[in-house]
């Protein structure tokens, strides 16, 4: 047992979500209730869907939820599809599976293609298995842009190729809950139909808000629904006759406050902006992890630059126990990482001998380079083999990505 703790100070809570949560964010919350039937609710939310609109740059509909991912996922099945309906779920990690089984258990004929853990999805694969489907029974295809669990990062607009080139009618849909704010999105220019999202990843608010963003193929394919259910359908909240079918009842008044707050600094900081922040931290993150695993077991799980997140960064360190550096950095130092999601196999020691580092939303370099010199203290602290000038190397990185901002 250590006689120290080196924790007190500001916590850091670096998981895959929910992020940290602006002081301007927390603070917007700290005010009395609001009408929740008239005045400047209603043109703040209106602010907050068109923002939300721009930012996964479509010009499509947003529907607006009081729940958390989970939430939201049910929400885009209960739309487009009904039970015995076909759809085909594409894995790369662990949310695309989780997103399934919320289909199997509404009646859904799910089809699952699984693409592992540690590699994106093959469009190809996806192309061959639609052109089979000539009587085109499957109605959806759907997807997740950023698996929060191995941190890949899926060609969305290479997966559309695929449908069109396989002439194929279904929908696209893609939970961007891990990438929205974090990286490149571009709806209607990649041909996504519709767009599964969450506020407490990039978005950084507290959970509680999931969003569908739409367009008029996924209007139709909803109108043929014959009973959607009343909770989950979208069609009040996007052309709500009074102001409260937006969310069905009573406004999430205090998280529309908070949302409205984190909009503000990601419209002022601007879309580019925020994505190249993220593309720089993320870098730093892959070169601290390069000098590490020059000497020690970690390495970045997905081996494809261009396919990792810019939002978390999932590291294997095979063989050896990361659960023990995680406690190590939360007890002694106070910083919470992501554990190793989706891993439970022997041969990742059932999860422990990975981790992940949630790089998304409120971030700079302090709190970054924080983070990786504090992890290179765990493994110091442990005794876990590492290599060196981890803290360097990330360093160097972000100094080359600042000249190039310049
Ligand atoms: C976090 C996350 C979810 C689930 O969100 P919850 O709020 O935990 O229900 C779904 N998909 C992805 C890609 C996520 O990162």
Not at 120 to 133: F, K
């Amino acid at each position: 047992m250590s006689l120290v703790s080196l924790s007190s100070g500001r916590d850091l809570f670096m998981t895959p979500g929910p992020s940290i949560m602006p002081d301007r964010v927390l603070n917007a919350m700290h005010q009395p209730a609001p009408n929740i039937y008239e005045g400047e609710m209603i043109g703040m939310t209106d602010s907050i869907l068109a923002d939300l609109a721009e930012l996964a740059g479509t010009k499509g509909k947003v529907a607006l939820y009081i729940c958390n991912g989970h939430g939201v996922w049910e929400a885009a099945i209960s739309n487009l599809l009904e039970p015995g309906d076909s759809a085909l779920f594409l894995n790369s990690g662990a949310f695309g599976t989780s997103w399934a089984g919320i289909g199997r258990t509404m009646g859904i004929d799910v089809e699952e293609i699984d693409f592992g853990r540690c590699g994106p999805i093959d469009s190809q694969r996806v192309e061959a298995r639609l052109r089979a489907d000539k009587g085109h029974r499957i109605k959806a295809v759907m997807t997740v842009h950023t698996d929060t669990a191995s941190s890949v990062r899926n060609d969305i607009a290479d997966l559309r190729r695929a449908l069109d080139e396989a002439g194929h009618p279904a929908l696209l849909v893609v939970d961007s809950i891990a990438s929205f704010a974090c990286d490149r999105y571009e709806m209607d220019a990649w041909g996504v139909d519709v767009t599964v999202t969450a506020c407490q990843k990039g978005l950084m608010t507290p959970p509680g808000l999931g969003y569908l963003l739409l367009n008029d193929r996924a209007q139709e394919a909803a109108n043929q629904v014959p009973f959607p259910s009343p909770y989950w359908d979208w069609r009040s909240r996007i052309e709500p006759e009074v102001f409260y079918q937006r969310f069905y009842g009573t406004a999430p008044t205090h998280l529309l406050f908070a949302q409205r707050a984190a909009l503000d600094m990601i419209v002022e900081e601007g879309r580019e902006v925020v994505w190249s922040r993220h593309a720089a931290l993320a870098r730093a993150v892959w070169a601290a992890v390069t000098a590490w695993g020059a000497d020690g077991p970690m390495r970045c799980n997905i081996d494809d630059t261009a396919c990792r997140s810019h939002a978390v960064t999932t590291i294997r360190a095979d063989g050896h126990d990361m659960a023990r550096m995680r406690r190590w950095c939360e007890d002694q130092a106070g910083l919470t990482l992501g554990l190793g999601l989706g891993f439970d196999l022997p041969e990742y020691m059932g999860g422990k001998s990975v981790f992940r580092i949630g790089h998304m939303g409120h971030m700079n370099p302090p709190m970054l380079l924080g983070a990786l010199a504090t992890i290179d203290t765990a493994f110091k602290a442990l005794g876990l083999a590492h290599g060196g000038g981890a803290v360097e190397r990330a360093a160097e990185s972000l100094s080359k990505a600042s000249s190039q901002a310049l």
